[in-house]
C-alpha cells in the first residue's frame, strides 16, 4: 500500500491549513487511519487518529478544539482540518495507516513521506 500526504505550505499564525492522506494499492483493511508530526529536533508525536469504522476518534491535547480529523471509506483518503494555527504547530506531518491488510500483507503500518506545516508570520 501506498501512502501519501498533501496540502502542507506556509500559513500564518491563525490561519488554517488543510491536509490530506490517500492510500493507493489494493483493496484492505486495516485498524486506523492517524496524523502524527515532528518538529525540528523533537520527537515524532501523535497528533489524531480515527478509527478504521470511523467511530471512535481521538486527539492530542495540544490540538484540541484547534484540529479535526476526518476519512473518506470509499475513497481510503483521510484529512485533517487545521485552524486557529499556532508557530508550536510547525512540523513535518506524516500520516500513518495502522495495522493494514489483505490477502497478500500480513497487518502492519504504512507511513508516508511527510509534509511541511510551516506556521510563520
Known amino acids: 500500500f501506498q501512502v501519501a500526504e498533501s496540502g502542507g505550505g506556509l500559513v500564518q499564525p491563525g490561519g488554517s491549513l488543510i491536509l490530506s492522506c490517500t492510500i493507493s494499492g489494493d483493496a484492505f483493511s486495516a485498524t486506523s487511519m492517524a496524523w502524527y508530526r515532528q518538529a525540528p529536533g523533537k520527537e515524532r508525536e501523535f497528533v489524531a487518529e480515527v478509527t478504521w469504522s470511523g467511530d471512535n476518534i481521538d486527539y492530542a491535547e495540544s490540538v484540541k478544539g484547534r484540529f479535526t480529523i476526518s476519512r473518506d471509506n470509499a475513497k481510503n483518503t483521510m484529512t485533517l482540518q487545521m485552524n486557529s494555527l499556532k508557530y508550536e504547530d510547525t512540523a513535518v506531518y506524516y500520516c500513518?495507516?495502522?495495522?493494514?491488510?489483505?490477502?497478500?500483507?500480513?497487518?502492519?503500518?504504512?507511513w508516508g513521506q511527510g509534509t511541511q506545516v510551516t506556521v510563520s508570520s
Open positions: 500513518k495507516l495502522g495495522g493494514a491488510y489483505n490477502w497478500n500483507h500480513s497487518p502492519r503500518d504504512y
